[in-house]
């Protein structure tokens, strides 16, 4: 039976226990591929580290830590095909460099270089999407149009990541509800991380499980342990598979509810202490997708301490690179934060372009520097 079909108030689909061991079905991936999911969920811990950091040295204007999310994320963008689109919001980082969307782009974009919000011509992936739930009409608006285009066969499957404060917005209830009626190849994958800034998980819904928001829709709702990025790849990988060739009877759409955790700030402009405690905290770092995934791959005795030491390194090497070429690059030119907004220019716009270019002029761009 497919992962999909249970109630999803029956708990977490989970591969591996706290502690590494084998409670599920793993799924087919050979050693290399296992290798790289712990290879990528270390990189993305690292990659976040540093950029927090620089945010904190000045280097960067703003950004939305991911620590404790690299299972949910790593694990659910390895099972994209090819050719499938990835949706994201502003925290997916990790699923976004499993797409080949490079690090240097994603710092690049927190520097407030809107080059680093292009996506690269080859990657199937969206743009950032920080207005909460926007981006999910726009997955279903683009799912149903590969299924139109090609006479109600769809080449391609659709994720979109949201968060589970997003499931309070009318554009979740919209692109679910229309995915459910045109039934749309898509995967709304909910990184429930328990916290909507402030807000916790139990002031969102009184429901008892956000996956069961998809019985209202018609399609199948699951929950999975989203620290357990072998079990979020198998759920994924069965939900991807589903929108594209859907059994006899069975609708496209599933919603994922990948329960999870924030260990770090909302953004680097929030204080979490404020609201809430460090030992939820702590309590949460026991479930870390990292060394559960390090203590199953060395019990098959794949990993040992040679190969963690180099990937290690490797992935301090890679981070290093990429931030070097993201400070690197000439910065943009301010005039260029109007540029690319509206297709055509809206006159307040206009009008405010051309107020900082004047004041440009008659003051110089040094006025505008801080000491
Ligand atoms: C439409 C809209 N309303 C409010 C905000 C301000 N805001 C930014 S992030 C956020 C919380 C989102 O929480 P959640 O959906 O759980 O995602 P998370 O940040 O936890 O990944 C809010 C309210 C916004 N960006 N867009
Ligand atoms: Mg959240």
Not at 15 to 20: A, P, T
Not at 35 to 41: A, L
Not at 234 to 252: F, I, Q, Y
């Amino acid at each position: 039976m497919s992962t999909l079909e249970r109630d999803p108030r029956e708990g977490m689909v989970q591969v591996l226990d706290e502690e590494g061991g084998v409670v599920g079905d793993v799924p087919a991936l050979d050693d290399d591929e296992l290798v790289e999911m712990y290879r990528n969920m270390k990189l993305a811990r690292h990659f976040d580290t540093r950029a927090v950091s620089l945010q904190r040295q000045g280097r960067m204007g703003t950004y939305p830590p991911l620590s404790g999310q690299e299972g949910a994320q790593v694990g659910s963008a390895m099972a994209l095909a090819e050719d499938d689109w990835m949706i994201p919001s502003y925290r997916e980082h990790a699923a976004a460099l499993v797409r080949g969307f490079g690090l240097t782009r994603t710092l690049r974009y927190w520097m407030g270089d809107e080059r680093g919000n292009a996506p690269p011509e080859d990657a199937n992936i969206f743009t950032v999407a920080v207005p909460i739930a926007s981006q999910i009409p726009h997955a279903t608006g683009m799912a149903w149009a590969d299924k139109l285009k090609h006479g109600g066969n769809p080449e391609n499957a659709y994720i979109c990541y949201f968060g589970d404060g997003a499931t309070s917005q009318g554009d979740f209830h919209e692109g679910l509800n229309f995915a459910g009626v045109f039934d749309t190849p898509n995967v709304f994958f909910c990184n429930n991380n328990q916290w909507a800034i402030s807000v916790p998980r139990e002031r969102q819904t009184a429901s008892e499980t956000l996956a069961q928001k998809a019985v209202a829709y018609g399609f199948e709702g699951v929950q999975v342990d989203g620290m357990d990025p072998l079990a979020v790849y198998k759920v994924t990988s069965e939900a991807l598979e589903k929108a594209k060739s859907p059994a006899e009877g069975e609708l496209r759409p599933t919603l994922i509810e990948a329960v999870q955790y924030r260990y770090g700030a909302h953004t680097t402009a929030d204080d979490p202490s404020v609201y809430r405690e460090d030992d939820e905290v702590e309590r949460w770092k026991a479930k870390d997708p990292i060394p559960r995934m390090e203590k199953f791959l060395r019990n098959q005795g794949i990993l040992d301490d040679e190969r963690v030491d180099a990937i290690r390194e490797s992935v301090e090497e890679e981070v290093a690179a990429a931030i070097e070429e993201a400070e690197s690059s000439v910065r943009p030119d301010p005039s260029t934060m109007f540029d690319h907004v509206f297709e055509e220019m809206p006159s307040e716009l206009a009008e405010q372009a051309e107020e900082l270019a004047a004041l440009r002029e008659k003051y110089g761009d040094e006025a505008f520097l801080e000491e």
